[in-house]
Each structure stands twice: as C-alpha cells, then as structure tokens.
C-alpha cells in the first residue's frame, strides 16, 4: 500500500510567482489536509478538503487555495509569492481521526 | 485559544539513559491526543493516539501516556535511532474537520 505522496519534492520560485503542489492519498483515506511547516516549528494547518469542498481554514490569507479531485487527490496553490512562504509543505490523508502525512514538498522562494 | 507546549525544546541522551517528553495542551474539548516522529527534511510519522485521562499505548521503547492537562512520551533504554524531532499534536472536538494543532517538538538526539 503505497502512503501518501506528494510531488514535487523541492521547489525554488521567486517572489511574486505562483506554484502548485500535489497530493495524493493513502488508498481508502477522503480527506486531505495540507500544513505549512516552516523550520523549527511545528506544521500549521492551512485547510482541509472532504467531498471536493473546503471545509475549514487555518489563519492563512486568500492567495492560498486548493482543490481535491474526484479521486480525492488535491492540489495546494500559492499565488503572489512572499519570502515568508519558503517551508515544508505536508500533505495528510484521513478516513477518521488520524492523519497520515507525506514526505512533502520543500518550497524555496527567492 | 487551543494551544499545545512542548518541553523541553532539545534533549541528548546517552544510549540506554530513560527519559520523559511533556506535552501540555489547552483546547477547548479534546477528541484526540496525537504524537508523531518526524525525520530531518521528512513528513511526520504516526505513533499513537489517546483519548480520554489515564489512557496509556506502547510500540517498543515508546510509552504515551495523557492527562487532562499534558501528555508525556517516555523512552525506555533509547537507542541512536531513536534520534528524531517528536511533536505532540491535540485533535479538538467539534468543529468541521479533523485538523490537529501542533506543538514545536522536540529534538531528541541519542548518542552511542
């Protein structure tokens, strides 16, 4: 059973672009979460998709946003790049309560 | 406002020396306490969760155990690949998802 996993695994842009990040599930998880973790500090959670919706948000402004798909893969977009935006980004799937993350994607802006 | 502390933020080890990790947390009703390891540059993995005071889980050398202020990870004889950074993360009850609310970690090296 493959875990979940997210593409690409690094990442550079500069200010000002815009990047898209992938995620797919472990087999048999609907829900899929995404955190930033910025370095030493603990991931923050940015939203969470169920049933193709957004059904909650963390305190992260408009030019985050996402999508999941039918088959219940998602994509984080990040529009307008700041240099505060550089960190891990995680990805999590679930079918209850526990979430199960993947390896992420190193983001880099310059 | 839910929060989660993690003390302490470092600890080295020397291999087979026994110690605790706290975790204390605020939130408003707890559904789940959850703690993971996390690998240098990898995504945290999952190690136990627990639900209600006095709960207790093992997997090898770990041990969880919860309150209903705080959280401890004991570690029992540790060995080098032990070393990780190990966060604690609270689920809260009610509201619309399952998202946790992470602590900042800690860093435990194990030295042989």
């Known amino acids: 059973d493959a875990g979940v996993t997210q593409s690409p695994t690094h990442l550079i842009k500069t200010r000002g672009q815009q990047v898209t990040l992938r995620c797919s599930p472990k087999?048999?998880?609907?829900?899929v979460s995404w955190y930033q973790q910025a370095l030493g500090q603990g991931p923050q959670f940015i939203f969470q998709y169920y049933e193709e919706e957004e059904r909650q948000r963390g305190n992260f402004p408009d030019r985050f946003s996402g999508h999941q798909f039918p088959n219940y893969s998602s994509e984080l977009n990040v529009n307008a790049l700041l240099l505060g935006d550089s960190a891990l980004y995680l990805c999590?799937?679930?079918?209850?309560?526990?979430?199960?993350f993947g390896p992420g994607t190193r983001l880099l802006v310059l | 406002e839910d929060q989660v502390t993690q003390s302490p933020e470092a600890l080295r080890l020397q291999e087979g020396e026994s110690s605790s990790l706290n975790c204390s947390y605020t939130v408003s009703g707890l559904r789940g306490l959850f703690w993971y390891r996390q690998d240098p540059g990898k995504g945290p993995e999952f190690l136990f969760t627990l639900y209600s005071a006095g709960e207790e889980k093992e997997k090898e050398r770990l041990k969880a155990t919860l309150t209903k202020k705080e959280s401890f990870l004991h570690i029992t004889a540790p060995k080098p690949e032990d070393s990780a950074t190990y966060l604690c993360?609270?689920?809260?009850?009610?509201?619309?998802?399952?998202?946790?609310?992470f602590g900042t970690g800690t860093l435990l090296a194990v030295q042989p």
């Open positions: 993360a609270v689920q809260p009850r009610g509201g619309a998802t399952n998202k946790l609310i």
């Open positions: 087999s048999g998880h609907d829900t």
């Open positions: 999590a799937s679930s079918y209850q309560e526990t979430q199960y």
